[in-house]
């Protein structure tokens, strides 16, 4: 079994910058991809950024790509979104996932508790 606990998100304004946090228990973290969605008010569930096993690959959502970052250390069991520019339009609970490596929900078998990220105009 994986937990995961995310942390980091907050209040900014439009052209800052968060860096949300992602902590697994046990020792299985290495062994999955790791992935962050979000969901704004009134949308479903979106897919944000993907990373595999090893970091070695990363995949983005058009949306966030060129301002967006994830990376994962896994020595720390951590996974982190960096997040630049930001925009009005990435107001969303943003959930960290562990899974396969790729866009879809399906392909994720744990899920974080959502952490909020507003960003103001």
């Known amino acids: 079994q994986v937990q995961l606990v995310e942390s980091g998100g907050g209040l900014v304004q439009a052209g800052g910058s968060l860096r949300l946090s992602c902590a697994a228990s046990g020792r299985t973290f290495s062994s999955y991809a790791m992935g962050w969605f979000r969901q704004a008010p009134g949308k479903e569930r979106e897919f944000v950024a993907t990373?595999?096993?090893?970091?070695?690959?990363?995949y983005y959502a058009d949306s966030v790509k060129g301002r967006f970052t994830i990376s994962r250390d896994n020595a720390k069991n951590t996974m982190y979104l960096q997040m630049n520019s930001l925009k009005p339009e990435d107001t969303a609970v943003y959930y960290c996932?562990?899974?396969?490596?790729?866009?879809?929900?399906?392909?994720?078998?744990?899920w974080g508790q959502g952490t909020q990220v507003t960003v103001s105009s």
């Open positions: 990373i595999s096993w090893s970091g070695a690959r990363t």
């Open positions: 996932a562990a899974g396969s490596f790729g866009r879809s929900e399906g392909r994720y078998d744990y």
